[in-house]
């Protein structure tokens, strides 16, 4: 009896265990996988989990979260990946599907114009009153559709990240991919980086060198508001 009493038991927590592993993926609507899945040796530091981004603090809907795209998005990043192996290099994503709440988080802090605390860092020299006409927040986003992906570059085996001109979310012309004031040595680090993402079938943003979306997005008209844990 006792046997038999401590093999249900195991059989109840291997199915507890099973179902725990099914919940957990059920979490992704279909077409969306998690970046690690996907390519393992990728670089991941969700920016807006903690606060070094232009809020100063975590963003709504990124509570333990986790990097998540499009299939289609992430097996084309793979290839990515695999072209920078004869560089010694290797992808660094900042930020991946963003839910909406996430966006109408963004808006709300833009439309405070009291909150100026991070400004000497992210915006400098653009007035936050004018971030909606200049671009850079908007009501909708595309890494809310799943296919958008902000990152750079770092060495492969120190994790050096490499030097771009502009910090990642720095809001400023410094920050347009071909902006004309970058070293030799930057500009070089953006193409390679734009070349890359290009030749793998996404397309840059012109005031943002990190940011890239792919041009045959699944959901193209669809914002998501998931929450990938």
Not at 51 to 69: H, I, K, T
Not at 180 to 188: D, E, F, I, V
Not at 189 to 206: E, S, W
Request: glycine share 6%; hydrophobic share 45%.
């Amino acid at each position: 009896m006792l046997r038999f009493l401590c093999s249900i038991k195991v059989r109840f927590a291997l199915m507890l265990g099973m179902l725990s592993a099914g919940l957990v993926h059920a979490a992704l609507p279909a077409g969306f996988v998690y970046l690690e899945d996907t390519i393992p040796e990728i670089r991941i530091d969700l920016r807006y989990t903690g606060g070094n981004n232009f809020l100063g603090r975590p963003a709504a809907g990124y509570d333990n979260a986790r990097a998540v795209l499009s299939t289609s998005a992430a097996q084309a990043l793979a290839r990515v990946q695999a072209d920078l192996k004869p560089f010694g290099l290797c992808l660094l994503v900042f930020d991946a599907y963003r839910p909406q709440r996430a966006v109408d988080d963004f808006v709300r802090w833009a439309e405070d114009l009291s909150d100026v605390r991070t400004k000497p860092a992210f915006y400098p020299k653009v007035d936050k009153q004018n971030l909606f006409k200049e671009d850079y927040i908007a009501l909708r986003s595309g890494h809310s559709r799943g296919s958008t992906v902000d990152l750079t570059l770092v060495a492969r085996d120190s994790g050096q990240v490499l030097d771009m001109g502009s910090a990642f979310d720095f809001f400023g012309v410094e920050s347009w991919p071909e902006h004309p004031g970058l070293t030799p040595q930057q500009r070089a680090n953006r193409l390679l980086l734009q070349a890359l993402m290009v030749k793998h079938g996404f397309k840059p943003y012109p005031k943002e060198w990190w940011h890239f979306t792919l041009e045959n997005e699944p959901f193209p008209e669809v914002y998501f508001d998931f929450l990938p844990h």
